[in-house]
């Protein structure tokens, strides 16, 4: 149990022991399937917590020259990297720091294909299959008009000089039974050019350390394709499943306001600003100890102390009535919240944690006015 008096407030705390059992698993995934699993860094990127990750897994993937360069100096290996755009200006940088570099179109390939080859980086293109069980359209890479990958229609029967691999993403926390479909159709469209490839890389989405995912199940998938092509060294950079549930973030209410009969808990941390994806997708996030719903005697909307007036959401049913200052505990709040955060406002950005296996508070970084007022100019 988290010993909260050892941290400041808000803070996000991860939990090493939890982040270990995540990683065993994927660990076991990729061992016994015989895949390689690489972390998304999109999803999480508190690289002072790295070192805990490279006991279990080798690589990482970046969607930006920033992200390829933390894969380089701070995860200690080069990138596997994908963005929908290279800049003529970034690309150097990008080459730098990247073992594998996923092309989004031919235009974008035979910009940078050759100097790419000439530094022995092994380069690929996105394709897009056509399939995604994603229903937020937010999410879903594969939606009509997408601008994410090559449909096979538009790929000529020989691939260009130099396609050594097929990066594909179509899921978002979801389970092995869509990449089940998602394989019969990416092997429908695309699988007449897998002879050509060293390797094929599934994106992420593959949500393997939820409870009910059938894990067996997906290890009996990527070894039946591994069967089907084994000359193809298969790749899956999940994001989420790294980091699911192994943190909270912290806050304390500061006021409790009251209109119409809606009472609202005023925190000292912010959806918009600091869990940003419960607004957008939008989710409804778990609060310790207290029940989503409006039944019961102490029910609270939870605020935001942004200026924002959709920065609340509710409603809450706690087990007794709210007080200023005791603490609030966000459930889950580690994957993509941590590298989404901003600074709107100017409100505090919660700290960055880790509880340690050993029961000590790790304190990663404490956020300043100096953070703030740099960004701006
Ligand atoms: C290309 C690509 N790879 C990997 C990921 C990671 O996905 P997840 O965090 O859902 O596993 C994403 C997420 O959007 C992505 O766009």
Redesign the pocket.
């Known amino acids: 149990m988290i010993d909260f008096n050892q941290f400041p407030s808000p803070c996000y705390i991860m939990e090493e022991e939890l982040l270990r059992r995540n990683l065993n698993l994927i660990k076991s995934v990729k061992d016994r399937a015989g895949v390689e699993i690489i972390l ?1 860094f ?2 999480f990127a508190m690289w002072r917590s790295f070192p805990i990750f490279r006991e279990y897994i080798d690589h990482s ?1 970046a ?1 930006s020259v920033y992200e390829a360069r933390l894969a380089l100096e701070e995860f200690g290996s080069k990138a596997h990297t ?1 963005s929908p755009a290279y800049t003529e200006e970034d690309f150097p940088e990008i080459m730098r720091c990247s073992s594998h570099i996923t092309f989004n179109s031919l235009t974008q390939y035979e910009r940078f294909y050759q100097q790419a080859a000439q530094e022995g980086i092994s380069c690929g293109i996105r394709v897009n299959p056509e399939y995604s069980e994603v229903e937020t359209e937010l ?1 879903n ?1 594969c939606a009509p008009g997408t601008r994410f990958g090559i449909t096979s229609d538009l790929l000529p029967d020989v691939l260009p000089e130099g396609i050594e691999g097929f ?1 594909c ?1 179509a ?3 979801s389970s092995s039974y869509e990449l089940e479909q998602t394989l019969v159709h990416l092997e429908k469209r695309f699988s007449h050019w897998f002879k050509y490839l060293k390797w094929l890389n599934l ?5 393997m350390t939820r409870k009910d995912y059938d894990v067996k199940h997906l290890i009996g998938l990527l070894k039946g394709l591994k069967e089907r092509y084994p000359h193809l060294q298969i790749i899956l ?5 790294f980091t699911w549930q192994t943190g909270v973030l912290t806050a304390n209410v500061i006021d409790v306001v009251e209109s119409k009969g809606i009472k609202t808990a005023i925190l000292n941390v912010s959806f918009t600003c600091h869990m940003p994806d419960c607004l957008e997708m939008p989710y409804q996030p778990t609060v310790r100890g207290a029940e989503l719903g409006e039944e019961g005697p102490y029910v609270y909307r939870l605020g935001g102390n942004s200026c924002l007036s959709g920065d609340y959401m509710g409603y809450w049913s706690f087990d007794h009535e709210l007080k200023i200052g005791e603490r609030i505990v966000f459930e889950d709040m580690i ?2 919240t941590t590298v989404k955060t901003n600074m709107f406002n100017g409100i505090h950005h919660p700290a960055i944690a880790l509880w340690t296996k050993e029961g000590k508070a790790e304190i990663y970084k404490q956020f300043s006015y100096e953070d703030y007022r740099d960004r701006m100019s």
Do not use: D, M, R
């Not at 994106?203 to 949500?207: F, I, R, S």
């Not at 950079?237 to 499943?241: F, K, L, N, T, V």
């Open positions: 998304a999109k999803s993937t969607s994908y999410y890479p990066h993403h899921h978002c926390e994106g992420g989405g593959h949500l950079e999940p994001g989420s499943a994957h993509y």
